[in-house]
T-cell receptor, first 111, second 115 residues
């Protein structure tokens, strides 16, 4: 019955090696979000898609990019991960003004 | 700019005690949404409640209750008869009324319930 699925749950990558995190949803929501949550901190919005329209937060580093090939899937690409990018990455969906559903998160480790 | 303040960083209680988690927010929007989420050690954010700014009725759901006071910009959360399973980080969040998922989160309150 999982509604927002994130793969993998744990990802280890090397410093500077590109990595892609995946999110899929079964709710058919038109909005998908990516949040970054560093240890003991609040989640911070990186960007969101409203249908195919990409909306970047002003302070999201250029190192982070996203793709949404269809309604169900959204990807987070980190082009050159640094040690400071180690965090939990949370995907979420909503119908814009409805309830927000979060996935279980992907915990990224950078070595 | 929106801001959410959860002044209590950590709270520790003994099982069966009542506990209130405070949330104060700032926004220039006249209509907005407020949320509470629970984050257990597994990391998933569990939705607890969403409140529209124009609905100031208090809400009760089982052992959980929420007190929304627009006059003081507060949206406090009370757990009655706390249980060990309530141990988690609790986040209060705020969004405008055009995009519920574009939320500003407070720093969270870590609740520990001891047996």
């Amino acid at each position: 019955d999982a509604m927002v699925i994130q793969n993998p749950r744990y990802q280890v990558t090397q410093f500077g090696k590109p990595v892609t995190l995946s999110c899929s949803q079964t709710l058919n929501h038109n909005v998908m979000y990516w949040y970054q949550q560093k240890s003991s901190q609040a989640p911070k919005l990186l960007f969101h898609y409203y249908d195919k329209d990409f909306n970047n937060e002003a302070d999201t580093p250029d190192n982070f990019q996203s793709r949404r090939p269809n309604t169900s899937f959204c990807f987070l690409d980190i082009r050159s991960p640094g040690l400071g990018d180690a965090a939990m990455y949370l995907c979420a969906t909503s119908s814009l003004v409805g309830r927000v559903y979060f996935g279980p998160g992907t915990r990224l480790t950078v070595t | 700019a929106q801001k959410v303040t959860q002044a209590q960083t950590e709270i520790s209680v003994v099982e069966k005690e009542d506990v209130t988690l405070d949330c104060v927010y700032e926004t220039r929007d006249t209509t907005y949404y407020l949320f509470w989420y629970k984050q257990p050690p597994s990391g998933e954010l569990v939705f607890l409640i969403r409140r529209n700014s124009f609905d100031e009725q208090n809400e009760i759901s089982g052992r959980y209750s929420w007190n929304f006071q627009k006059s003081t910009s507060s949206f406090n959360f009370t757990i009655t008869a706390s249980q060990v399973v309530d141990s988690a980080v609790y986040f209060c969040a705020l969004s405008d009324n055009t995009n519920a998922g574009k939320s500003t989160f407070g720093d969270g309150t870590t609740l520990t319930v001891k047996p």
